[in-house]
């Protein structure tokens, strides 16, 4: 059974960058799109992007000046990286697979503060 | 973008009932529709793909149909373990999208 878990850190200085990885047991990086998606406290789901471990992907408009995503089949983990992140970015990040998401973390907590 | 609109934002029901929950694309996304499960603390479930495809493991209950702009999940009969927030999204075109999400209370 394929199993997804975030790590990285849970507080985050305004102006810095956010680091997490994703860490895939079960299976292969080297299959799926692997996507990461976040969630504001007591808000909605907003898509960040995907990656491909060919290093093809896409990235959201909103963030896309800010955020890389990346695939290390060395380790089978995929990370995010969000640049000078604001209050606006704190939220729960989820790792998940597929277009159809059919597999998710758990989830990590991130909060921007000082 | 494309916009992914659902109705009602809450929706109070009770054990045993019927419920339909109703997703609107603001263009055409064929039936690139999925449909998840989300409780309190907990990441969100895949219920539905491809606007009508059940997942393994997911409940016969719970139904998808639609296509193009209109999509609905329906809960045939509501059991307890069903009171959560239920959200859509699109995958025909990125951004992959998501709808408000709809929160089905105990009445």
């Known amino acids: 059974q394929v199993q997804l878990q975030e790590s990285g850190p849970g507080l985050v200085k305004p102006s810095e960058t956010l680091s997490l990885t994703c860490t895939v047991s079960g299976g292969s990086v080297t299959s799926y799109y692997w996507n990461w998606i976040r969630q504001p406290p007591g808000k909605g789901l907003e898509w960040i992007g995907y990656m491909y471990h060919s290093g093809s992907g896409n990235y959201n408009p909103s963030l896309r000046n800010r955020v890389t995503i990346s695939v290390d089949t060395s380790k089978n983990q995929f990370s995010l990286m969000l640049s000078s992140v604001t209050a606006a970015d704190t939220a729960v990040y989820y790792c998940?697979?597929?277009?159809?998401?059919?597999?998710w973390g758990q989830g990590t907590m991130v909060t921007v503060s000082s | 973008d494309i916009q992914m609109t659902q109705s009602p934002s809450t929706l109070s029901a009770s054990v045993g009932d019927r419920v339909t929950i109703t997703c609107r694309a603001s263009q055409s996304i064929t039936s690139w529709l999925a449909w998840y499960q989300q409780k309190p603390g907990k990441a969100p479930k895949l219920l539905i793909y491809?606007?009508?495809s059940l997942e393994s493991g997911v409940p016969s209950r719970f139904s998808g149909s639609g296509s193009q702009t209109e999509f609905t999940l329906t809960i045939s009969s509501l059991q307890p373990d069903d009171f959560a927030t239920y959200y859509c999204q699109q995958y025909n075109t990125y951004p992959l999208t998501f709808g408000g999400g709809t929160k089905v209370e105990i009445k």
């Open positions: 491809k606007a009508s």
């Open positions: 998940a697979r597929g277009n159809a998401l059919d597999m």
